[in-house]
Each structure stands twice: as structure tokens, then as C-alpha cells.
């Protein structure tokens, strides 16, 4: 990808393609919260295959599309079943 000090980073906003890259780190030293898990839902029933193409297009995916949907479920299984949040 081509990171300079633009607004947008291969058309992509800076706020975005850092949501996109770090959110696991943050929900992962979140206390858990309903709010936090409707959120999680939603990415990963509605939007998570959008998150996968644009680690694709920033050439992110391998090094983080597995390390946060990890995160993610250790965050999920603090509090509840993992097979809750697909259900």
C-alpha cells in the first residue's frame, strides 16, 4: 500500500483504515458490554466481508484478519458461548 501523509491512503480515509486494523486490539482491553457484542454481531453477520477486501487492498488480510477474529472470540468468550453471536 502507499502510506504517505495524504488525508486518504490508497483512497481510503486514515480513521478508517486504522478502525479497520486495530479494532480487535482495542475490544480486546474493553470491558465486555451488550452495546460492544451488538457491534461484533454486526460485523461479522453484515459487514466483515467488506473488512476482509480492504485488508486485501491495503495487503493486510495475512497479517491481521486472523489475529483479530482470535481476539475477538476471546473477547466474546470472557462472558458468553462463542455459538451465541452467530445464532
Not at 453477520?45 to 497479517?63: H, Q
Not at 473477547?75 to 445464532?87: D, E, H, K, L, N
Request: aromatic share 12%; charged share 20%.
Amino acid at each position: 500500500s502507499k502510506i504517505g501523509d495524504e488525508a486518504t491512503i490508497d483512497g481510503i480515509s486514515r480513521p478508517v483504515l486504522y478502525a479497520s486494523l486495530n479494532w480487535a486490539e482495542h475490544l480486546g482491553k474493553a470491558e465486555f458490554s451488550g452495546d460492544l457484542l451488538e457491534a461484533l454481531q454486526v460485523l461479522l453477520r453484515e459487514r466483515i466481508l467488506f473488512w476482509f477486501e480492504l485488508l486485501c487492498y491495503v495487503r493486510a488480510f495475512d497479517s491481521v484478519a486472523s489475529n483479530s477474529i482470535i481476539n475477538a472470540i476471546n473477547w466474546i468468550s470472557r462472558r458468553i458461548s462463542v455459538r451465541m453471536i452467530f445464532y
